[in-house]
């Protein structure tokens, strides 16, 4: 019998676990190629790690989502239609932010747009 409330017990943690969203915090980031011309070699620094994509033709969208360990500064990285090398600093971001991230390339600059709390 006590075996058996152990086990409900258990049980009803276990779903009230589930609903309260139990959930790492992450960052949803967006880069968004605004240029007009492809762009080649996108990279994105932020604490600890980077993301990154080949070739980001005009208008297109890469989408990647990833967890802050740590603190520091970011940054974009890219090589436009013309093989010119840019970089563009970012927010400082640290651990626990969690929110929507867009950088936006517009040619030989870069916006950023953050909703992290």
């Known amino acids: 019998m006590n075996r058996m ?3 409900a017990g258990a049980g009803v943690v276990m779903v009230l676990a589930g609903v ?3 959930r790492s915090p992450y960052v949803q980031a967006d880069v968004k190629n605004a240029s007009g011309a492809t762009v080649n070699l996108v990279e ?3 604490p600890s790690a980077s993301f ?3 070739s980001l033709a005009p208008g297109a969208e890469f989408h990647y989502r990833f967890k802050i360990l740590g603190e520091g500064e970011t940054q974009i990285l890219w090589t436009d239609a013309a093989e010119k090398q840019h970089t563009v600093k970012g927010p400082s971001l640290h651990e626990g932010l969690q929110g ?3 950088v936006t390339i517009t040619g030989a600059t870069a ?3 953050t909703q992290l709390h």
Do not use: F, I, K, N
């Open 111 to 113: 916006t950023w747009e």
């Open 100 to 102: 929507p991230l867009m």
């Open 44 to 46: 994105v620094d932020y």
């Open 52 to 54: 990154g994509v080949q």
């Open 5 to 7: 409330r152990l086990l």
């Open 20 to 22: 309260s969203g139990c």
